[in-house]
């Protein structure tokens, strides 16, 4: 996965994003932030730029404190393709196995991908 830390690059995305609301909802409002000074200290990863397949929002890693905090390990996703999606859960170091998370997308599929990958791993999802 690649972050997004140039401006050019957050405002295309942004414009990008814009044109399929609501469903880009949930990471549209990070990287807004992200591209206007970051003062939640979040990042935006894609998996490829400039044509992506899946955007990632995350706080930063060296900003949790408790693996076991959910809240504080929020992770926002909008895909384009559903495999993507469980190439992310399955196997990116963007979505880690020692720690708590939580995963926020409007897209139909994401709780079934979820499941999925949880079920595969031997994981309890809540």
């Not at 949930?26 to 939640?40: D, I, K, Q, S, Y």
């Not at 890693?61 to 993507?84: M, T």
Request: charged share 25%; net charge neutral; aromatic share 6%.
């Amino acid at each position: 996965m690649l972050i997004l830390r140039c401006p050019a690059q957050l405002q295309l995305l942004e414009e990008t994003l814009r044109k399929s609301l609501p469903t880009t909802l949930p990471v549209l409002g990070t990287v807004m932030t992200v591209a206007r000074g970051n003062p939640a200290s979040h990042e935006v990863l894609v998996d490829s730029w400039p044509h992506f397949g899946i955007v990632l929002t995350r706080l930063r890693p060296e900003d949790h404190r408790d693996p076991r905090d959910y809240y504080s390990n929020q992770l926002s996703v909008f895909y384009r393709d559903k495999g993507a999606l469980q190439a992310l859960l399955e196997g990116t170091e963007a979505v880690t196995r020692g720690r708590a998370f939580q995963i926020l997308g409007l897209q139909d599929g994401l709780d079934e991908a979820v499941q999925e990958v949880a079920r595969a791993r031997g994981l309890k999802v809540e």
